[in-house]
């Protein structure tokens, strides 16, 4: 049940930046912003930011995220082999009532 | 450190129910700055919300699957359950529980999860 849109795959180089994408409209991304999550290979998902670019504790700096009226963006900075996982957002939906995911960005790390 | 871990059957049969609990230690389950909730990954495939609660019971569900949900919580056993009724082979996926902090809540502290399969 993907209720926002990320593209698929997304594959950058070893210490290169990566931004990803999440598309929502004005009652999801564009009214109280997305949550990113990261996910390795049979692991939980792991918050990394919250409203935009709020940071939990111990998440790296070289992880941000923003925002642009409906569309929400996680930018990965110096990229590491550690970081090739599957970045999911997530919203509030306020018109539907429910908290909304996007299918999921695979990064893959060259 | 806060930690969560599901339990309950890996395999149910269809048209039967699905129960599980989590069990939060290392914190209250009683604090009015969290929620307590459930989301589900289908194998392979992405996230999906089910629902979520505060402590004193007041539950949030998905509208695609609020007919058959239930969530509790027990204060007393620091725990929250989930009860999904009526459940088919798409109901198969590992459940995750998850805490939920800040502001719009996100899910901030998750379980390990647990495949849960729907078949005869």
């Known amino acids: 049940q993907a209720g926002l849109t990320q593209p698929p795959s997304v594959s950058k180089g070893l210490r290169q930046t990566a931004t990803l994408t999440c598309t929502g409209n004005s009652n999801n991304v564009g009214y109280q912003g997305a949550a990113w999550l990261q996910q390795h290979q049979g692991h939980p998902p792991k918050l990394l930011s919250y409203r935009n670019n709020n940071r939990p504790s111990g998440i790296s700096e070289r992880f941000s995220a923003s925002r642009s009226g409906n569309t929400a963006s996680l930018t990965i900075t110096g990229l590491q082999p550690e970081d090739e996982a599957d970045y999911y957002c997530?919203?509030?939906?306020?018109?539907?009532?429910?908290?909304?995911f996007g299918g999921g960005t695979k990064l893959t790390v060259l | 450190q806060l930690q969560l871990q599901e339990s309950g059957p890996g395999l149910v049969k269809p048209s039967e129910t699905l129960s599980l609990t989590c069990t939060v230690s290392g914190g209250s389950i009683s604090s009015s700055s969290y929620y307590w909730g459930w989301i589900r990954q289908p194998p392979g495939k992405g996230l999906e919300w089910i629902g979520t609660?505060?402590?004193?019971?007041?539950?949030y569900y998905n509208p695609s699957l609020k007919s058959r949900v239930t969530m509790s919580v027990d204060t007393s056993e620091n725990n929250f359950s989930l009860n999904l009724i009526s459940v088919t082979a798409a109901d198969t996926a590992v459940y995750y529980c998850?805490?939920?902090?800040?502001?719009?809540?996100?899910?901030?502290?998750w379980g390990q999860g647990t495949l849960v399969t729907v078949s005869s």
């Open positions: 997530s919203a509030w939906d306020r018109s539907l009532s429910t908290r909304v």
């Open positions: 609660m505060d402590y004193t019971g007041i539950t």
């Open positions: 998850a805490r939920w902090g800040g502001s719009p809540p996100s899910p901030d502290y």
